[in-house]
């Protein structure tokens, strides 16, 4: 691979969305579409990283000369996160789904003969990013997680440094008029414990890209 500022770290980044299983044939899921993830993880091997990204179900061609790890479920990615450890940098871009079903049918659910509504009985998943970024023993040098708000978005977003253990927080607007979900363009503030910086609406592959070259940097600062 390339050699650059990240050559000889390793780089771990979830991507996409999780789908949470209802019965064989049903799952609940979000509109994530794995670009902004993708993009990083292409941005970190350009950079000289050796890179695992662990991927939700997207229909995006693989980054060139990563380790991929395909999963569906919340508690799958988590699970292979763990596995992957220990990284340098940890980048937490996948958009896991907050709750699962309760209990998975295992045969296809049917309708209600009598019309009546189907009542889905839904837990919390773990929380991988605050499962890394609390980690005692295994936690990466630079922790750095993703924020997709629709409002409140700066005040959300400083709030989940410290919950999530975090050195900094990538905060996204994806409400309905902006076209992040699904599109190429995205507009990020950093959001770290020094302050917060906004960059210009950009490429989903600029955003990955400045990112990457600010966490290059950092970890230059911080590791041997
Ligand atoms: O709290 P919220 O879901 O908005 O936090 C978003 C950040 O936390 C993202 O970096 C996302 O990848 C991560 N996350 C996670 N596991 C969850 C929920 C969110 O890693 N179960």
């Known amino acids: 691979g390339a050699t650059g500022p990240l050559t000889g770290r390793h780089v771990l980044i979830t991507s996409g969305p999780t789908h949470e299983p209802i019965d064989p044939v049903r799952y609940i899921a979000n509109r994530s579409s794995g670009k902004q ?14 890179v695992t990204l662990v991927s939700g179900p997207v229909s995006l061609p693989d980054p060139a000369g990563a380790r991929i790890i395909r999963v569906e479920t919340a508690r799958e990615m988590l699970d292979a996160v763990e596995h992957a450890l220990p990284a340098d940098l940890f980048v ?3 958009a896991v789904a907050d709750w699962r079903p309760s209990r998975q ?4 659910l049917k309708k209600h003969s009598d019309g009546e509504p189907l009542a889905l009985s839904l837990i919390e998943n773990p929380d991988i990013l605050a499962t890394v ?40 607007d994806v409400g309905p008029t902006t076209g992040v979900m699904g599109g190429d363009r995205n507009t990020v503030h950093l959001v ?33």
Do not use: Q
């Open 37 to 50: 993830g993708h993009a990083i993880a292409e941005a970190a091997i350009e950079a000289g990283a050796t």
């Open 92 to 94: 937490a871009t996948a």
């Open 105 to 108: 049918n295992d045969s296809k």
């Open 133 to 172: 970024g609390r980690s005692a023993s295994a936690r990466p040098r630079l922790v750095i997680g993703f924020a997709a708000e629709t409002d409140r978005l700066l005040e959300h977003a400083t709030a989940k440094l410290d919950r999530k253990g975090c050195d900094m927080i990538v905060a996204n």
């Open 192 to 224: 770290t414990r020094a302050g917060i910086e906004s960059w210009p609406t950009l490429s989903k592959i600029d955003v990955a890209r400045r990112l990457i070259a600010r966490c290059a940097e950092t970890l230059t600062g911080i590791l041997p």
